[in-house]
Nanobody, 124 residues
Framework: QVQLVESGGGLVQAGGSLRLSCAAS????????MGWFRQAPGKEREFIAT????????FYRDSVKGRFAISRENAVNTVYLQMSSLKPEDTAVYYC?????????????????WGQGTQVTVSS
């Protein structure tokens, strides 16, 4: 089992920045693909970003390209999501996930392990 714990969420004004962290423990593996998703009230969980095992490959949903950056530090089993130029529509609960490297990482079903989520609220 892998346990994931997100942190770093909070309330920020539009145009501001936040950095989310996701710490992994348990049967961790540096070969897991890691991803970030978000879910707003009344909406489905949506893909934000994914990163491969060594950080050499990343992929983002179009609406966050140029504003968000995913990274990982395998030495401390942590993945990050740096969010800049935040907009009110970025308001959601943000989840990190870990999954097998074989999948694209853009679908929730690609991931076996999930954190409990951290709330991000962007005020206008």
């Amino acid at each position: 089992q892998v346990q994931l714990v997100e942190s770093g969420g909070g309330l920020v004004q539009a145009g501001g920045s936040l950095r989310l962290s996701c710490a992994a423990s348990g049967r961790t593996s540096n070969f897991y693909r890691m991803g970030w998703f978000r879910q707003a009230p009344g909406k489905e969980r949506e893909f934000i970003a994914t990163i491969n095992w060594n950080g050499g490959s990343t992929f983002y949903r179009d609406s966050v390209k140029g504003r968000f950056a995913i990274s990982r530090e395998n030495a401390v089993n942590t993945v990050y999501l740096q969010m800049s130029s935040l907009k009110p529509e970025d308001t959601a609960v943000y989840y990190c996930a870990a999954g097998e490297p074989l999948y694209s990482g853009t679908h929730p079903s690609d991931y076996a392990y999930w954190g409990q989520g951290t709330q991000v609220t962007v005020s206008s």
